[in-house]
């Protein structure tokens, strides 16, 4: 008997105060119809509707050929995703019981055992419903009925008397480039694309942690933590941090507690090539007599950021400090890896980030017409040292302003900012992409020929969201150190003078103003967070989504997987202008990889070189969202296009670069360490088969964190040699690079002999009789080559690594395409 009521007891103590504890429901039986459709079909939760109708074989590939085009009706459509689960006597004994969606996209009723539960419209926001008042033991009945965000969109505008840029999706609190870009296909899907759950708990629940630094030095870091608890009813609960334990009192409702943390001889988060990203781990709780309730983890990286934005004689500098130390920040803009965001997994956005930092970048720029990333992103940044440029989800149009629109929006900023604020990667929230430099550089007034009644009206929503909303409920969530606000990128356009002289810019006068890659080394500013060229992806990927038949510029397959209205005459024009054009297809390829490497290649150096003026380059763009020709360095499948290899180069943290001034050469050494650096800096010119014709030398000793020209080479003494078939080799300690001083289609290439040797199953030795201008190592095997599109000199040596044993290594080189 004694056994019994204590067995009892324990069941009631649990049941009052048991800890917080989920049910996923994602991985129950669902299904899927159109409306008004009696047919139901398998599906797949987290998922959409397109990548549910293409499993059920009730469309093609959307990524394949020109699919895409044939499958614009499923956009227009409602569609209907239900499941039954089963809840226990002892899951419904439990107090409170929430039904939590981490995501719905976009417009959605919810309806549980046939009550409507809940109304949702923004992808971005998680949902949170109590819902133990519709449920019951047993079978219960989840329907969520998904409304076609097009026709919403559409709705939407025809509530006002203009209309906005870019029509419905400005409407919709939606992923931007699911309607189209000019590097992403038109799919705009819908579905559960984040897990669902049941949330059981009894008294008391952890909403939400932050902290801020409080002190921070070399002796100790003290932090002060504010945890969000929800309870029940009045009660006193202990708060555990670590090893730390404090009890406090709380009444019904919501409460935020504030308890201080103290570490000693604190060891600071550094970004990569800098220092260790180093990590605290800290696990919190709450506990009512010894009953453990709820808890979190997280990891706290130590460190502050500053931006820094000075007058200075020529304008304003746009810079960051990280621990009281200004850093040139290296890096690119990313993009959604997918066009179908469920597929996208924990492993690739770990892999994203792993390929940043082996291109020795420290910072990315998650651009505004994607969406927030998944945790595991902001993860694989704190700890690999990848700072993190965070745009809020706007970009390349204006935006309403009615209430209801910005208090959506309102919510979507606290579900974010809460979510991300504790990471050590965040460096700076950015209301939006291009929208203010649109607004004012291109034309919307004229085209959509508004009234000065309409621009008054747009402008002022514009400032209502990006000037007032936005920053002030950052104010109201973040710490001071944490809160820094840039409520465009860029500034101003990259038309105007005034955007290389202040703020961060956007120079697209390469590719879009078809302006000379040499303009790049004119066209700096303080921090040019974008600019780009396009790269035609490797025959392997295109061979994925095109049939072997359509491998040609004239197929609608492959015009399909080229989004720019004129980027393959673009390509085509600039490779006109430095490259002999290749008229075989694959070769093409290959030189338009060269092509993008060597404009990219002129770009970064030249903001390199002109540190402290320019403090940052992030390139357009890192990844894609499917396999196309675009601008990025990684394609679709995370291979490496010879950009990748070249922006590895280009960003390493001792870098030599030449710039070509009139009547001279002048050559840089670029140190962004914070370390001086001693040794001889050499400087040999070579032909092409292997005589050197002249060189040069000095010992120097370079200041850290500096930008300086070490040798000057006046033209003239170059005079007397052949230079289309000359090339410098400048060597500085380990550090080396080549410098070419003709266009590649006017080098005086021989063909090369290039002889590969096998040191072990993962290692080659190559090397060639002659010049080997830009050596491209492939294989059947999806072989990863740790370097490749690099030049080889006569006689030289390179040890290769290989990510695994291969048979077959094929090579070609400038040469063979230039036949």
Known sequence: MFKKITLFLIFICYSIFGQTSYRNLSTENWTFNKQNETKKHKATIPGTIHTD?????????????????????????????ETHFTLSESEFKTQNIDLEFEGLDTYATVFLNGNVVLEADNMFRKWTISVKSHLKIGINHLKVVFHSAVQKGKEEAKRLSYTLPEKERVFVRKAQYQFGWDWGPRFVTAGIWKPVQLKFWNSAKIEHIKYSQIELNNKKAILEFTTEIYVSKVKTIQLKINEKSQTFNLKKGKNKIKMQYEIANPKLWWCNGLGDANLYPFNVEINQKKQLLDSKKLHIGLRTIELIQEKDQVGSSFYFKLNGKSVFMKGANVVPPDSFLPRVSDATYFSLVENAKKANMNMLRVWGGGVYFDDAFYEACDANGILVWQDFMFACSMYPGDEKFVQNVKQEVIDNVNRLQNHPSIAIWCGNNENDEGWHNWGWQ?????????????????????HEMIPQTLDSLLPKEKNIYWSSSPSIGWGRKESLLQGDSHYWGVWWGKEPFEIYEKKVGRFMSEYGFQGMPNLGTLKKVIPKQDLNFTSEAFKNHQKHPTGYETINEYMERDYVVPKDFEDYLYVSQLLQARGMQIAIEAHRRAKPYCMGTLYWQLNDCW??????????????KAFHYQAKRSFENVLLSVADENNKYEVYLVNDTFEKQFGKLELELFSFDGKSLWKTSKEIKVEENSSAVWFEIPKVILEKFDLQQSVFKIQFNEVKTNYFFAKPKELKLSEPNIQIKTIDDVTIEISSDVLAKDVFLYSDNNVFFEDNYFDLLPNEKRIIKLSKLVQNIKVKSLFDAMK
């Open 53 to 81: 109708l293409f499993q059920n074989q009730l469309i093609l590939e959307p990524f394949f050929g020109a699919n895409e085009k044939q499958l614009q009706w499923i956009e227009n459509e409602n569609w209907e995703y």
């Open 627 to 640: 396999p196309v020709t675009s601008w990025s360095s990684l394609d679709y499948f995370g291979n490496w």
């Open 446 to 466: 004229k085209q959509f020929n508004y009234s000065k009644a309409d621009s008054t009206q747009i402008w002022n929503d514009y400032k209502k969201v990006f």
